[in-house]
Nanobody, 124 residues
Framework: QVQLVESGGGMVQAGGSLRLSCATSGRTFRRYDMGWFRQAPGKEREFVTAISWSGGSTLYADSVKGRFTISRDGVKNTVYLQMNSLKPEDTAVYYC?????????????????WGQGTQVTVSS
């Protein structure tokens, strides 16, 4: 069982930055691919970015390329999402997810464990 706890959300003006963190429990962090998804009001949850278990592969949604960066720290068992140049359309609840090192990083169904989500609000 893996527990995920997100933090770092908040309210920021357009053009600003936030860094989300996802702390994981257990000693199996290194075995999991990690992803970030988001859900805006009235919309379905969508893929944002993911990083492979080794950190050797990353994938980004087109909407965040060049603005967001995912990274992982194997000592702290934490994955990070650095968000720069934020836009109002980035407003959503952001979820961290963990899944086995198989399948496509952007597929929601590959992820077995989910955090509770953290709200990000970007004002214009």
């Amino acid at each position: 069982q893996v527990q995920l706890v997100e933090s770092g959300g908040g309210m920021v003006q357009a053009g600003g930055s936030l860094r989300l963190s996802c702390a994981t429990s257990g000693r199996t962090f290194r075995r999991y691919d990690m992803g970030w998804f988001r859900q805006a009001p009235g919309k379905e949850r969508e893929f944002v970015t993911a990083i492979s278990w080794s950190g050797g592969s990353t994938l980004y949604a087109d909407s965040v390329k060049g603005r967001f960066t995912i990274s992982r720290d194997g000592v702290k068992n934490t994955v990070y999402l650095q968000m720069n140049s934020l836009k109002p359309e980035d407003t959503a609840v952001y979820y961290c997810a963990a899944g086995p090192p198989t399948g496509v990083l952007s597929h929601e169904r590959k992820y077995d464990y989910w955090g509770q989500g953290t709200q990000v609000t970007v004002s214009s």
